[in-house]
T-cell receptor, first 110, second 117 residues
Framework: EDQVTQSPEALRLQEGESSSLNCSYTVSGLRGLFWYRQDPGKGPEFLFTLYSAGEEKEKERLKATLTKKESFLHITAPKPEDSATYLCAVQATGANNLFFGTGTRLTVIP | GAVVSQHPSRVICKSGTSVKIECRSLDFQATTMFWYRQFPKQSLMLMAT?????????EQGVEKDKFLINHASLTLSTLTVTSAHPEDSSFYIC?????????????FGAGTRLSVL
């Protein structure tokens, strides 16, 4: 059974304090791993897709990495506007749908 | 590009009434759309996969007669919550799948907050 576990559940950072969010996954065959950002009361906003172990993608202060068992979302020198819930989702081989984790709620304090 | 519009953003209705939610892909065609439900501080739970021109595929435990899905065109899918009850109150989010640079990406609407009194 597909499983996605995100940690920590919540994270408070000072502005400029870099950190990483973890997404551990179990899936029969990985088609893709997705990172989304969700603001309160809004739909998820697409950030990255990773397909194979060793792959890395970057966007502004965010960098996503992937191994065979987990993915990390590194946040470098975060700003208050980076505060949001970050969701990780996996797509299994042969499937169209995404299976989501429960997210990490990030708060960046000025 | 890849904008998904969802309407309405919020709806309050009386118990027993039906509510229709629309999901449109504005700048791309989507053969597949998805409907999710999200409870407070929980993740998105897939309810059903909607394919243009065919019947939706519902996840286990989701009542297809309760949550009617229609995907009549390549840019529009609708979810109708029939005879809504307070336990149906939730945040409903749709997504549409498209291929960008060889990758299948799901883009999400802004969600609909349903409150059933």
């Amino acid at each position: 059974e597909d499983q996605v576990t995100q940690s920590p559940e919540a994270l408070r950072l000072q502005e400029g304090e870099s950190s990483s969010l973890n997404c551990s996954y179990t899936v029969s065959g990985l088609r893709g791993l997705f990172w989304y950002r969700q603001d309160p009361g809004k739909g998820p906003e697409f950030l990255f897709t990773l397909y194979s172990a060793g792959e890395e993608k970057e966007k502004e202060r965010l960098k996503a990495t992937l191994t065979k068992k987990e993915s990390f979302l590194h946040i470098t020198a975060p700003k208050p506007e980076d505060s949001a819930t970050y969701l990780c989702a996996v797509q299994a081989t042969g499937a169209n749908n995404l299976f989501f984790g429960t997210g990490t709620r990030l708060t960046v304090i000025p | 590009g890849a904008v998904v519009s969802q309407h309405p953003s919020r709806v309050i209705c009386k118990s027993g009434t039906s509510v229709k939610i629309e999901c449109r892909s504005l700048d791309f065609q989507a053969t597949t759309m998805f409907w999710y439900r999200q409870f407070p501080k929980q993740s998105l739970m897939l309810m059903a996969t909607s394919n243009e021109g065919s019947k939706a595929t519902y996840e286990q435990g989701v009542e297809k007669d309760k949550f009617l899905i229609n995907h009549a065109s390549l840019t529009l899918s609708t979810l109708t919550v029939t005879s809504a009850h307070p336990e149906d109150s939730s945040f409903y989010i749709c997504s549409a799948s498209t291929r960008k640079r060889g990758q299948d990406i799901q883009y999400f609407g802004a969600g609909t907050r349903l409150s059933v009194l």
